[in-house]
């Protein structure tokens, strides 16, 4: 059922792009769906993807730079690269020859980015922030942002898993 869901945005975010190749949601939500499809097309398919999810999510920024949440996927993208295990980016190095590539700390400066645009307006974004100092070696940063996240105002089921997730990185520390 979810998966019909999936391929069913995705045709109809491809042809919003179609429909709206100015229109910066239309490249937000087409990056999105992109990410979507990959996690039932395979590894493959979303390394072939990334490079087109990047871009898209770029064009969005481009064209509302005022959009918190474009600078949080551009950050997701920055993440999930600059943290790709070994086995990963062998996988990558085979499908792209070289691998797409990103730090931490580029994804550090987007997450940061779209906190200062719109303070709180995504726990994972605030996660995230705690998550990448915790990458960097920044303990005493991470354990701000996860703190922060103790008084986060749970709106959804996934701002209470957030919250549980950051108080457990909190045991860690």
């Given at each position: 059922?979810r998966?019909n869901?999936?391929?069913e945005?995705?045709e109809?975010s491809k042809?919003?792009?179609?429909?709206?190749?100015?229109?910066?949601?239309?490249?937000?939500?087409?990056?999105?769906?992109?990410?979507?499809t990959?996690d039932?097309?395979?590894?493959?398919?979303k390394?072939?993807?990334?490079?087109?999810?990047?871009?898209?999510?770029?064009?969005a920024?481009?064209?509302?730079p005022?959009?918190?949440?474009?600078h949080y996927?551009?950050g997701?993208?920055?993440?999930?690269?600059?943290?790709?295990?070994?086995?990963?980016r062998?996988?990558?190095?085979?499908?792209?020859?070289?691998?797409p590539?990103s730090t931490?700390?580029?994804?550090?400066?987007?997450f940061?980015?779209?906190e200062?645009m719109?303070p709180g307006?995504?726990?994972?974004n605030?996660?995230?922030l705690?998550?990448?100092?915790?990458?960097?070696?920044?303990?005493a940063?991470?354990?701000?942002?996860?703190?922060?996240?103790l008084?986060?105002e749970?709106?959804?089921?996934?701002?209470d898993?957030?919250v549980?997730?950051?108080?457990?990185?909190?045991?860690?520390?």
């Amino acid at each position: 059922m979810r998966k019909n869901i999936i391929f069913e945005a995705f045709e109809i975010s491809k042809r919003a792009l179609e429909l709206g190749e100015e229109n910066y949601a239309c490249h937000k939500w087409y990056g999105i769906m992109l990410s979507q499809t990959g996690d039932y097309n395979g590894t493959k398919a979303k390394l072939n993807n990334s490079p087109a999810m990047k871009t898209h999510f770029e064009k969005a920024v481009a064209l509302c730079p005022t959009d918190s949440t474009n600078h949080y996927l551009i950050g997701m993208w920055c993440f999930s690269f600059a943290n790709l295990a070994w086995y990963e980016r062998k996988l990558a190095a085979v499908v792209f020859g070289s691998p797409p590539e990103s730090t931490y700390e580029e994804a550090l400066g987007h997450f940061m980015n779209a906190e200062k645009m719109n303070p709180g307006f995504y726990s994972n974004n605030q996660y995230m922030l705690g998550t990448v100092y915790l990458k960097m070696g920044k303990k005493a940063e991470a354990k701000e942002w996860f703190q922060k996240l103790l008084n986060f105002e749970c709106v959804k089921d996934e701002d209470d898993e957030t919250v549980k997730k950051a108080k457990d990185q909190l045991k860690s520390l």
